[in-house]
Nanobody
Framework: VQLQASGGGLVQTGGSLRLSCTTS????????MGWFRQAPGKEREFVSG????????TYADSVKGRFTISRDRAKNTVYLQMSSLKPEDTAVYYC?????????????????WGQGTLVTVSS
């Protein structure tokens, strides 16, 4: 299974970006998916997750109210709409497919990972 993340880039504080992650096949149709990020010198952290059917979502407190996760199962794609970006959002963002159908913040529950896309927010 391959995951292809895209949409990263350089944006000013307060700006917006939309990340996309497409899987190579419909392996994620019954699996939750999530976004994680890793800033330079920091541990990877959970950002957001979405259940297999999109019915429930989870967000880290640091992004709640600013980021929105969604998925299009027909396109095997999950999105992360990021708004009101801050310099502390600068990181490599990774999408992942969970072993579970419901959302989880535990990275060990994710068994397929994308290559990451870099988001840089300038002050």
């Amino acid at each position: 299974v391959q995951l292809q993340a895209s949409g990263g880039g350089l944006v000013q504080t307060g700006g917006s970006l939309r990340l996309s992650c497409t899987t190579s096949r419909r392996t994620n149709s019954n699996n939750a998916m999530g976004w994680f990020r890793q800033a330079p010198g920091k541990e990877r952290e959970f950002v957001s997750g979405i259940a297999w059917n999109g019915a429930s979502t989870t967000y880290a407190d640091s992004v709640k109210g600013r980021f929105t996760i969604s998925r299009d199962r027909a396109k095997n794609t999950v999105y992360l709409q990021m708004s009101s970006l801050k310099p502390e959002d600068t990181a490599v963002y990774y999408c992942a497919v969970s072993r579970t159908s419901s959302t989880t913040i535990v990275d060990s529950q994710y068994n397929y990972w994308g290559q990451g896309t870099l988001v840089t927010v300038s002050s």
